[in-house]
């Protein structure tokens, strides 16, 4: 029997079979006192054991070692971890082996029990509300993961590994951070005293094969119709904004969108965390910087935006408008660039408008609210509003065309709504539909050389389904 079937064997009074070989032993989400006390032994002489083996390959393993070399590294660190373990006479079996190795070389290269979540590409999100409370979210639904950290220091040695090369911290003076994993995953991490519940790790994870619009089209997000609309719109340089709320997909929506911009166009991108991937040679990808531990140096998306304007760009996307800077997009929008994408955190179109005048206003700029709407109703040709259904799927629920003002009031039309017919087998079951509205930017699409059916708009020809 080995070390850790001698260890995870049953203690008197548990009920039910130990754990198997294959996953560590876990603490029961419910039960008595008695039978988490009957596990807890277990564990801890696990994490005793890993704890003493990966202490003594760290402080043996040679500093000055490029750990970019990662299979040179994993076969140096293999040869360590076997030398230890026949040197301390640790028996184990070649399953325990191999976990035990994998889990610490996790942690000295990677990001430990995170690296499993990280490579399951099912996984789209990972939130982690202290040390033993994780969940991930698959196919828009949550569900609790499989893995704990050992404790809060555990933890917080993983928030430092992901923010420390970014030249980014994370302490008590500054217990929130943002910053992104080496493969562009959206990274937010909130420490202590700010969160009760000990460090919380948010990961959005970005896709290693950026989504297409025929995926897009096949999960039922869009319709073919609307894509050959909003090609059409991006080619014809519309000034296009995407709303929806946390996790509806905006920034894939809008890495989609961008890749109907021609190639020879210059494209600036400007990213509180790098993102995008879009396609085109000629990209000039920027990125915000906050401040330093004296509070100097800050690079805010505003200054990013007024920077892009001396840039000569034919087209430029912001990742997300929050602040100030919609003053800046808008008036690029303006004077001469038009073309231009961004996203804004907005349950409809209309709530949309409301958030862009806000931000406006955060600007430090007097400006009359009429003056802001004429602003945004002269900068503004196209809202594309993006859900989170009830079945975890997220659809185009809106296309809405910005007409102009009345009066103090921006008038809008929707030139497609999502219609919703039913529920069935946990799914939406509805479609995208064209109101009957033709655009008032038409003109501009056919200027552009595109000529698109009166179908699409459900004028005229009502064969296709409409």
Do not use: W
């Amino acid at each position: 029997m080995s070390l850790l079937r001698r260890i995870e064997r049953k203690q008197p009074g548990q009920t039910g079979t130990s754990q198997g070989s294959d996953q560590l032993p876990q603490p029961p989400a419910s039960g008595s006192v008695q039978q988490r006390r009957a596990v807890s032994p277990a564990r801890d002489a696990y994490i005793d054991l890993k704890t003493r083996v990966q202490n003594r390959l760290v402080a043996e393993l040679d500093p000055s070692m490029d750990i970019s070399r990662t299979d040179e590294v994993r076969q140096t660190i293999r040869q360590m971890y076997e030398a230890i373990l026949q040197e301390e006479s640790i028996v184990l079996s070649r399953v325990e082996r191999e976990r035990l190795f994998e889990q610490i070389v996790a942690e000295i290269l990677g990001l430990g029990p995170l690296e499993p979540l990280l490579a399951d590409e099912t996984i789209t999100e990972i939130m982690v509300n202290g040390p033993k409370s994780v969940y991930v979210e698959r196919r828009g639904k949550i569900e609790k993961a499989g893995i704990v950290f050992e404790s809060s220091d555990h933890l917080m040695r993983i928030i430092e590994r992901i923010v420390a090369p970014l030249g980014r911290r994370i302490d008590e003076s500054s217990p929130r951070v943002d910053a992104r994993l080496k493969d562009g995953s959206r990274v937010n991490a909130i420490i202590p005293p700010i969160s009760l519940v000990g460090p919380v790790l948010t990961i959005r994870k970005f896709f290693k094969k950026p989504l297409t619009i025929e995926d897009l089209i096949r999960f039922g997000s869009v319709t073919e119709e609307i894509v050959e609309f909003m090609r059409a719109s991006v080619i014809a340089r519309l000034n296009i904004i995407i709303s929806g709320g946390t996790g509806t997909g905006k920034t894939t929506f809008l890495n989609v969108l961008s890749s109907f911009i021609p190639g020879d166009e210059r494209i600036l991108t400007i990213e509180n965390a790098a993102e995008l991937q879009l396609r085109q040679e000629h990209v000039v990808t920027l990125e915000s910087r906050p401040p330093n531990i004296e509070g100097k140096g800050e690079i805010t998306i505003r200054d990013l935006v007024v920077n892009a304007l001396r840039m000569r760009p034919d087209r430029i996307i912001v990742g997300e408008c929050r602040k100030g800077e919609a003053l800046d997009m808008l008036q690029a929008m303006n004077t001469g660039h038009e073309g231009s994408m961004t996203t804004i955190h907005a349950n409809n179109s209309r709530e949309g408008l409301s958030r862009l005048e806000t931000m406006v206003l955060m600007s430090g700029m007097e400006l009359p609210h009429r003056a802001i709407r004429e602003q945004i109703a002269a900068a503004i040709d196209l809202i594309i509003q993006l859900e989170r259904m009830r079945d975890g799927s997220r659809r185009v629920v809106a296309v809405t065309e910005i007409q102009g003002m009345e009066g103090d009031v921006i008038t809008t039309a929707d030139i497609f709504k999502f219609e919703q017919v039913g529920y069935e087998d946990g799914k939406v079951i509805g479609r995208l539909r064209p109101t009957g509205i033709r655009p008032k930017f038409i003109d501009r699409i056919e200027q552009a050389g595109i000529h698109l059916p009166p179908a699409i708009f459900g004028v005229g020809d009502r064969l296709r389904g409409y």
